[in-house]
């Protein structure tokens, strides 16, 4: 599968653990977005990066979030002291843009994180 | 900043009805738009797209939107729904080739 990938998919954790998700783009895509998206809402911008460079990081996320590319593949996410609240889908999306090519967003199947 | 509505939170119609899903934004210059649709356990995927050009746009499995400028709008058209057209259908905006801001999603539910 040449898709968007997700590691991992589900992940229950208790509050006040940390946690960390993995994202693998398509391979020649050079854009990378983390959403997340609870029941019944559209996804809800978190992050995007341009290669290994954070371009933007919503201004609704709390300092506990952060995300790293490191050399422009893969992509984590990490949560620190998760909250009853963090619980939602975390989707990881990517494109592959440059000069006046537009495209869409890829996504995967996304990780479902439960804090208990 | 810029905003994404979708004016039904759940529609429910008949296989063989027609199905219009409005989606109105808010921005005053050049955006590019999309309609995603989330079928029930799998991920997103892409149903159309309008980055420039005629502002009648054809997507998969039969649907079509419309890009009205003058009414910041985009709305999801198809003539003849089928039983597996049920998903969660977003509507979403990308200006400057930044981010996506998708809406709130609106629920398909067709009756066989």
């Known amino acids: 599968d040449t898709g968007v990938s997700q590691d991992p998919r589900h992940k229950i954790t208790k509050r006040g653990q940390n946690v960390t998700f993995r994202c693998d783009p398509i391979?020649?895509?050079?854009?990378l977005y983390w959403y997340r998206q609870t029941l019944g809402q559209g996804p809800e911008f978190l992050t995007y990066f341009q290669n290994e460079a954070q371009l933007e990081k919503s201004r609704l996320l709390s300092d506990r979030f952060s995300a790293e590319r490191p050399k422009g593949s893969f992509s984590t996410l990490e949560i620190q002291r998760t909250e009853q609240g963090d619980s939602a889908m975390y989707l990881c999306a990517s494109s592959l843009e440059g000069g006046q090519m537009n495209t869409e967003a890829f996504f995967g199947q996304g990780t479902r994180l439960t804090v208990v | 900043a810029q905003s994404v509505s979708q004016h039904n939170h759940h529609v429910i119609l008949s296989e063989a009805a027609s199905l219009e899903l409005g989606c109105n934004y808010s921005y005053g210059g050049t955006v590019n738009l999309f309609w995603y649709v989330q079928y029930p356990g799998q991920h997103l995927q892409l149903l159309l797209k309008y980055f420039s050009g005629d502002p009648l746009v054809k997507g998969i499995k039969g649907f079509e939107a419309e890009f009205i400028k003058s009414k910041f709008s985009f709305n999801l058209r198809k003539p003849s729904v089928q039983w597996s057209d049920t998903a969660e259908y977003f509507c979403a905006v990308r200006i400057d080739g930044q981010n996506f801001v998708f809406g709130p999603g609106t629920r398909l539910s067709v009756l066989p």
């Open positions: 391979s020649e895509h050079n854009r």
